[in-house]
């Protein structure tokens, strides 16, 4: 799976791991704060790193066939810094698959050359998503 992945399809990857069970969630908002809540970024950002690390970091990746999943699993480990035990569980899968992916995709995102930020800033009656590219020293 290496082609473009679009932020709804990361949206629902994420829900399979947030819970076991599907939520007929009609709200989008509350879908989507769930997700930024587990993943710490949102799943349009995560179609760009995503893309970025499949069209310029593929050939670092020592495994074949990486999944989206993958890159979830590192952003899940990042955001909430659980166990490997609990993570690994949450994500269906053992420990040591868990690991090897979730730091792989860790390594890579370090080494984009712009990170990407998402900044939600609540002033007092004005509510806006900013966008903001930092760029990392080389």
């Known amino acids: 799976m290496q082609g473009r992945i679009s932020a709804d399809a990361f949206l629902l990857f994420g829900e399979e791991i947030i819970s076991k069970k599907r939520r007929n969630t009609k709200s989008d908002d509350l879908r989507r704060r769930r997700f930024r ?15 970025r690390i499949m069209f310029t970091r593929r050939k670092n990746i020592p495994y074949p066939n990486p999944s989206p999943r993958h890159l979830l699993w590192a952003l899940y480990l990042m955001k909430t810094y659980g166990t490997e035990n609990c993570l690994a569980g949450n994500c269906s899968v053992d420990e040591k698959t ?3 992916w ?37």
């Open 98 to 100: 868990f690991r090897s």
């Open 102 to 138: 979730a730091w792989i995709f860790i390594k890579e995102v370090s080494r984009l050359a712009r990170v990407e930020v998402c900044i939600f800033l609540m002033i007092p009656f004005f509510r806006k998503l900013y966008y903001i590219v930092i760029l990392k020293p080389q």
């Open 37 to 51: 809540s587990n993943f710490g970024t949102t799943p349009e950002i995560c179609s760009n790193v995503w893309v």
